[in-house]
């Protein structure tokens, strides 16, 4: 069960950098990405709206897991994007800012522990 939150959670997170990177670029994306020079965001709209679709393709995924009903492939596939979203995690801390790990790889993380070893 705790997983199962975790995994809505992350998902939730997954929407809502979707709706941001898409939508809200250059009034968001400066209070999220302070690093970044204020003029890059009008810029690199489009590339962030990209990353913003690929976003919600991961929330898509772990979205998908509370329709499966046979628990192994439930899980294999919470597995995967639950993976996906942790190495995205570690690349977006290590390119883009710190607080990424902490946001995306760690919950995600978690939820794979969770569900290897207390499944």
């Not at 965001?41 to 913003?52: H, I, S, V, Y």
Request: proline fraction near 3%; hydrophobic fraction near 55%; aromatic fraction near 18%.
């Amino acid at each position: 069960m705790v997983a199962k939150i975790l995994i809505g959670l992350i998902a939730f997170i997954h929407c809502y950098i979707l709706w941001f990177e898409m939508f809200a670029w250059e009034t968001k994306g400066p209070k999220v990405f302070k690093r970044f020079p204020k003029d890059l965001f009008k810029q690199t709209k489009e590339m962030a709206a990209n990353q913003g679709l690929y976003n919600g393709f991961l929330a898509a995924g772990l979205i998908w897991t509370f329709f499966i009903d046979n628990i192994e492939w439930r899980d294999n596939i919470s597995l995967f994007f639950l993976g996906c979203v942790a190495v995205a995690g570690i690349y977006g801390s290590l390119t883009a800012e710190r607080k990424i790990l902490f946001v995306q790889t760690i919950p995600a993380t978690i939820a794979i522990v969770l569900i290897l070893f207390f499944n």
